[in-house]
Every structure is written in C-alpha cells, then in structure tokens.
C-alpha cells in the first residue's frame, strides 16, 4: 500500500510559494498576518497530488481538524473553501475516502492513512506560529494547539487504527 502525506505550503509577501521545509527559515517580516496569509495543504498518494489552496488559518482549522473527525465513520463529508469558492466531497466507505469535486477526478485514498496525513499538518502547524505570528494572541494559540490535540486523537480514534 502506498502511503499517504500530507505537506502545507504558503505565500510569503513576495508571493513566492515556500514549502513547508522551507518554512522555519522564514521570520515574522516574510509573511502576512495569519488572518491575510494564504495556503496550500497538498495530498500525495501513489504519485497523484491534490492540492487545497485558500485562507491558510480557514485550511488548519477546517481541512485538517474538522475534516478527519469526521471521516473517522462512512458517509459523505463537504469541504466548501473560504477564500476559494470550490466545494469538494469527501465520501467514505469502509476502508477508502473517495475524493471528488466539480474541477477534481475522483480519486480513492486508504481512509485510515488520509486521515492520519491531515491531522499530522494540524499536528505541525503549532510549532510554526511562534516563529512566523509572535504576536498572535495565547489564546488563539491555545485553540491551535487544541485542534492539533483533536486531530491526533481523531488519526487514532478512526476505524482500522
């Protein structure tokens, strides 16, 4: 079985995309203020890419801490963006997510292993705050640090873990 990874990306104030390995070396004055910054979260599975692009704190919170709680059991799941206007079906059944939408191809996806992919950048993005957002509230910290908790428990909770 091939694995499924999940990697973020965003846009510094050049409109330069830096890749997540990229991302520790950036500082505060390289990016926009998180409620500004954009995003990609990219799914990689079997040499296939599917790649989410909008409002980076909208991606963190909806696509990977909503998202895997909710395909931990069969049935149909609706990501619509907030910056970007596309709606993509997440449809689970038994051990597979289907993924589709109106500009995607269906695509199938181990489910165990999409939801572990999604949580981990959840998981991540914790540690990124400190070094690009040092003004950011504790408190909204706090509720990063509490979905990043959510979705690793939702990776281990899910049916097949």
């Not at 390289?30 to 995003?39: C, F, I, T």
């Not at 990501?79 to 109106?102: C, D, I, M, Q």
């Not at 995607?104 to 998981?123: C, G, K, T, W």
Request: glycine share 8%.
């Amino acid at each position: 079985m091939t694995e499924v990874t999940a990697t973020l990306s965003l846009l510094d104030r050049n409109d330069r995309t830096v890749a997540e390995a990229e991302i520790p070396g950036l500082g505060p004055d390289a990016v926009w203020p998180l409620s500004r910054q954009e995003g990609t979260v990219s799914l990689h599975h079997a040499g296939h890419r599917e790649d989410f692009g909008d409002d980076l704190s909208y991606l963190i919170s909806m696509l990977c801490t909503d998202l895997p709680a909710r395909l931990r059991d069969d049935g149909e799941v609706i990501h619509a963006g907030f910056a970007n206007p596309e709606v993509v079906t997440f449809t689970r059944a038994g051990p597979k997510v289907t993924l589709s939408g109106e500009y995607r191809s269906p695509v199938d996806y181990p489910a165990q292993e999409l939801i572990a992919a999604l949580a981990s950048v959840a998981q991540r993005f914790p540690a990124m705050l400190a070094a690009l957002w040092p003004d950011l509230p504790q408190e909204e910290r706090d509720g990063y640090a509490e979905g990043a908790r959510l979705a690793a428990e939702a990776a281990g909770d899910a049916p097949g873990a």
